[in-house]
């Protein structure tokens, strides 16, 4: 029996995450069917569409966007390169030589292009590139194309000097290993890479292609965009007017740089600067300055063939970081033009709204979120959306193609429609939690796509909700405890820095604020210095260092490594970002446990189910009464709730002094011994693994409830949960857990100040 599961047939995104009243946004919107599209802009409350919740709650908001609009459908290009406009000057003719160090991940790969100018719709011009594995030149005139492939296939990972050269109609190819002890997969000592050759005659002159000269891809005429991209590093590609000889390709192999005949040069690491590696220039070292751009953000700060491992701070030795890592899934920018544009009306209340487009049955909500106007509050609470820590999921594959991910979640995993649209499209990209083709870690992700996982409606692959629908409790449970609220994005954070979170009384993170910007952290450990109140109401937060690209708001990077629970692993030499120079991985191993500012840091996951809290000696302190009234004599808290059952799961976090929790913090509840052993100890936390470190064993396996007073008569509550928020509603918002939260809000929210801990 084939069943039939409806994909979704419309979709799209913003040109912004966040807008003020007066300001424009932008919606690019594709449809897999002609006709019409419906739009029109609806404020989100809850978009958990299980039964025994609330339920999904939006309310349609009247707004110039309203109306019908021709559906169309728009195409969205992959792949990473560099392109340059040389004017013609690189055409070549007759006589012409190529070089380029280039270290293959997926060689095997047909069509994979190192260096072009190549008309694919005219077969004019000349190709250096991969075919079945064998590098290949390639000429054409218009008329006829000539081949000429070397005698044995490329090997993936390793490092090699490739040369090109035609002269009278006489093409000759090598690629020579260059391999050391660190810069490639194998180690020269094996003897397993060689050199390759080939060589050919009779191959016709190139034409003139009406093509730029693209690094790592050719260019398609026909569809005005690149194709055939490289997976791979590139470094140091040069051009010349000449073929090469003997002793110039050996001089090249040694790293040489002869300047006879040469036309071009780029220097991948020329950007390299105190201030990283974000640049989108490529700077041509020739005599011509036909200077290159980057398309689809290949990743710059990467090792090059000379990296001698001893240094690993691409600013340190910039000489041996001349390479860009490209792949033919990267993408910065789906590149849509706009269908809807909306300038939000004056006295628009802030919150978090969708357009919400059908076409034919099928419904998507594209959600943004409207700012109180600018440099001001209209309350005295902010909810801050986690949105730096939605773009590094944005559209993951853990389900699919992370072989342990089922284990991970200890049940079977659920899959819906939007998991098959999403696999159905690949070209909507890549989450940092996946890997790109070629078995690398994704590193870079941008909002200027369709994300599927960003919908008020999608479930997860653990059945539950996750990050942007997750939060979408909080708004509910807002709304119905009658709490006036603003909302702020991480974009609005790391733009706007203190002076944001300092026009609010308190300030609430969402359940999963994951990954976090320097400039982000500073404008929290300032808040708090100057008396702010924060109400941490998740878990697993302020854990990965994040950089935002300074150009380009877009994008944010992460690089992998060492320590933390990771889906891929930053490879040597490359564990400092580009859009900011900095050191990636966990901010704990850079002196920020999550602890200092907020009591609690990650400790587990699981996603079998989620547990109550026993509450503490703490929670008859009282000094905290106004966080306990009404609970007095409660012994569990939370063993309710939409995300696993219960307030205590999914992830969690916990006091730690040795990690920085403060000695007058106040641990109020924990769940410590209620976790199952699908609930293991973080990887951060073991040095030597041994039987003993799941959730019916280590002592370390729990969330807390953390509470304490900071300078300036600030506090910070923490619930040491991503499930704590599921469990606000229940009982139509009348529980412990709703109950405690909105006592702690209530005081927070409160203009009386808060007399310090003891």
């Not at 939605?390 to 939007?418: F, K």
């Not at 479930?459 to 609220?485: C, E, K, M, N, Y």
């Not at 304490?708 to 910070?716: D, I, K, L, Q």
């Not at 139509?732 to 939260?741: A, K, Q």
């Amino acid at each position: 029996m084939v069943i039939h599961v409806p994909r979704p047939a419309v979709t799209g995104y913003a040109d912004r995450l966040s807008v003020a009243p007066g300001e424009p946004i932008e919606f690019r919107i594709s449809c897999d069917e002609p006709g019409e599209f419906e739009a029109e802009v609806v404020r989100l409350r809850n978009g958990d569409t299980n039964p025994a919740g609330p339920g999904f709650s939006e309310e349609v908001v009247d707004t110039p966007a309203t109306g019908r609009y021709p559906a169309r459908r728009q195409e969205i290009r992959t792949g990473s390169a560099v392109l340059v406009e040389d004017g013609g000057g690189l055409a070549l003719g007759a006589s012409g030589g190529l070089h380029v160090f280039a270290q293959p991940t997926t060689p095997q790969v047909d069509g994979g292009t190192l260096l072009s100018r190549w008309d694919a719709a005219t077969g004019t011009g000349w190709w250096l590139g991969l075919r079945g594995g064998l590098l290949t030149l390639r000429l054409g005139d218009g008329d006829t194309v000539h081949e000429t492939a070397a005698d044995a296939p490329l090997l993936p990972w390793i490092w090699y000097s490739v040369t090109a050269g035609w002269d009278g109609g006489t093409t000759r190819i090598a690629a020579v290993p260059t391999l050391t002890s660190v810069n490639s997969l194998w180690s020269p000592a094996a003897g397993l890479a060689a050199e390759v050759t080939g060589s050919g005659t009779g191959a016709a002159s190139p034409g003139r292609a009406d093509a730029p000269v693209v690094l790592a891809a050719c260019w398609d005429g026909g569809r005005a965009t690149t194709a055939g991209h490289f997976n791979g590093k590139l470094d140091s590609p040069a051009v010349f007017d000449r073929a090469p000889d003997d002793a110039t390709v050996a001089a090249l192999a040694r790293g040489e740089r002869p300047a006879a005949g040469l036309l071009a040069r780029w220097d991948f690491g020329a950007e390299i600067g105190a201030s990283g590696v974000a640049s989108d220039h490529c700077a041509d070292a020739g005599p011509n300055g036909w200077h290159g751009r980057c398309h689809n953000a290949p990743y710059r700060g990467m090792t090059g063939w000379n990296w001698t491992g001893q240094e690993e701070n691409y600013r340190h030795a910039p000489e041996q970081y001349g390479a860009l890592h490209f792949h033919d899934d990267a993408l910065e920018d789906a590149g849509w033009e706009t269908d809807v544009r909306l300038v939000v009306p004056d006295g628009l209340a802030s919150g978090v709204y969708a357009l919400r487009v059908r076409l034919g049955g099928h419904v998507d909500h594209i959600p943004f979120w409207v700012l109180p106007p600018r440099s001001t509050a209209t309350s005295r609470v902010l909810l801050l959306f986690p949105t730096m820590s939605y773009l590094a999921y944005a559209n993951d594959h853990i389900l699919p193609e992370v072989p342990v991910a089922q284990s991970i979640m200890g049940h079977t995993s659920v899959i819906a429609a939007a998991d098959l649209h999403l696999q159905e499209h690949p070209e909507f990209g890549l989450s940092t939690y996946d890997l790109h083709s070629d078995g690398s870690g994704v590193a870079v992700s941008s909002r200027l796509r369709p994300i599927v996982t960003m919908r008020p409606g999608f479930r997860h692959a653990t059945g539950s909700l996750w990050q942007f629908p997750a939060d979408l409790h909080i708004v509910d449970w807002l709304t119905g405890t009658g709490v006036d609220f603003d909302v702020a994005t991480d974009e609005d954070l790391h733009r706007e820095g203190a002076d944001l979170l300092g026009r609010y009384r308190v300030v609430l993170t969402g359940t999963h604020p994951e990954y976090y910007t320097a400039r982000m952290l500073d404008a929290w450990e300032r808040y708090l210095g100057d008396g702010g109140r924060a109400m941490y109401l998740g878990a697993n937060g302020f854990y990965w260092v994040t950089s935002q690209h300074p150009d380009k708001p877009h994008l944010i990077e992460v690089r992998k490594g060492e320590s933390g629970c990771r889906a891929w692993q930053a490879r040597p030499g490359e564990l400092h970002m580009a859009f900011t120079p900095e050191r990636g991985g966990l901010w704990r191993n850079r002196g920020r446990a999550p602890q200092k500012l907020f009591g609690v840091g990650f400790t587990t996951e699981g996603m079998d189910r989620s547990s109550p809290y026993a509450t503490l000696a703490d929670f008859a302190d009282p000094e905290v009464a106004f966080i306990t009234r009404g609970l007095e004599d409660v012994r569990v808290i939370g063993d309710h709730g939409l995300v696993g059952g219960g307030a205590a799961g999914h992830e969690c976090d916990r006091y730690d002094l040795s990690l920085g929790t403060p000695a007058h913090a106040r641990l109020l509840a924990t769940s410590a011994g209620r976790h199952s052993d699908n609930y293991p100890l973080v990887a951060e936390e073991i040095l030597f693994p041994f039987d003993g470190l799941g959730g019916t064993d280590s002592f370390q396996v729990r969330a807390d409830v953390v509470y304490f007073t900071t300078a300036g008569n600030g506090a910070v509550f923490s619930t040491g949960s991503i499930a704590w928020a599921g469990s606000l509603a229940h009982n139509g918002y009348d529980n412990d857990v709703s109950r405690l939260t909105g006592n702690v809000l209530r005081r927070f929210a409160s203009p009386e100040p808060i007399e310090p801990l003891t």
